[in-house]
Nanobody, 119 residues
Framework: QVQLVESGGGLVQAGDSLRLSCAGS????????MGWFRQAAGKERELLAR????????YYAESVKGRFTISKDNAKNTVYLQMNSVKPEYTGVYYC????????????WGQGTQATVSP
């Protein structure tokens, strides 16, 4: 069973950068499709970026293309989300998740980390 722990959230100002981390334990993340999601207050959880670890492919939602970068560190069994030029609308709880296949529902989730962007 895989456990994920997110970190790196906090309070930042608009225009700042923020890097979120998602550390995996229990199993190596290299076999999984890993994604970052955001859930803003009163809204549904949305997929921001994902990567197929073994294939080194990435996907980004249109709303974050050019601003967010998903990356991974095999040695640390960790996936990152680099967020640049953040906006107040990026405020929310950020989750990482993984799945064995490249489509369908995600099988395991972290507990989330709160990121708040002030104007």
């Amino acid at each position: 069973q895989v456990q994920l722990v997110e970190s790196g959230g906090g309070l930042v100002q608009a225009g700042d950068s923020l890097r979120l981390s998602c550390a995996g334990s229990g199993r190596t993340l290299s076999s999984y499709d890993m994604g970052w999601f955001r859930q803003a207050a009163g809204k549904e959880r949305e997929l921001l970026a994902r990567t197929r670890w073994s294939a080194d492919t990435t996907y980004y939602a249109e709303s974050v293309k050019g601003r967010f970068t998903i990356s991974k560190d095999n040695a640390k069994n960790t996936v990152y989300l680099q967020m640049n030029s953040v906006k107040p609308e990026y405020t929310g709880v950020y989750y990482c998740a993984g799945r064995a296949r490249s489509c369908g529902t995600y099988d395991f989730w972290g507990q989330g980390t709160q990121a708040t962007v002030s104007p």
